[in-house]
C-alpha cells in the first residue's frame, strides 16, 4: 500500500510556478516565482526529474558570454502532481508515495 505524505507549502509554491509558467523555466526564475533560496529549490527540482516529474535541459543563454542555462518543464505526471496540489483546502492533498517536502 503506498504511502501518502502532504507536499509542503514550499513544494506547492514550486509546482504553481512551474505550472504557471507552463514552457521551460530556468532555477533563477523559479526561485523568483516561488520566493524561495536555491539551496532549498534544487534538491526539490533533482528529486523531482528522478520521480519523472520534470524534465530537465541545458539551453544556450540568450546573452553572450554568460553560461548555459538548465531549464526545467513539467512531464504530464508533473502537470498531474501539480494540478492535485492546488485543490482546495478541504481536499486532501496527499500525494501517494511522496515523502514531505
Not at 504511502?3 to 504557471?20: D, K
Not at 546573452?63 to 496540489?85: D, I, N, S
Not at 492546488?86 to 515523502?99: D, S, T, V
Amino acid at each position: 500500500m503506498p504511502r501518502f505524505r502532504a507536499l509542503s507549502p514550499v513544494a506547492r509554491a514550486v509546482l504553481a510556478a512551474l505550472l504557471e509558467q507552463g514552457d521551460a523555466v530556468h532555477g533563477y526564475d523559479l526561485c523568483r516565482r516561488a520566493g524561495i533560496k536555491s539551496g532549498t529549490l534544487y534538491p526539490l527540482l533533482i528529486r523531482w526529474e528522478a520521480q519523472g516529474w520534470l524534465t530537465a535541459e541545458w539551453r544556450p543563454s540568450p546573452e553572450p558570454g554568460r553560461p548555459p542555462r538548465h531549464v526545467y518543464r513539467l512531464t504530464a505526471e508533473g502537470r498531474r502532481q501539480a494540478l492535485a496540489a492546488q485543490e482546495p483546502a478541504g481536499a486532501p492533498n496527499m500525494l501517494p508515495g511522496r515523502a514531505a517536502t
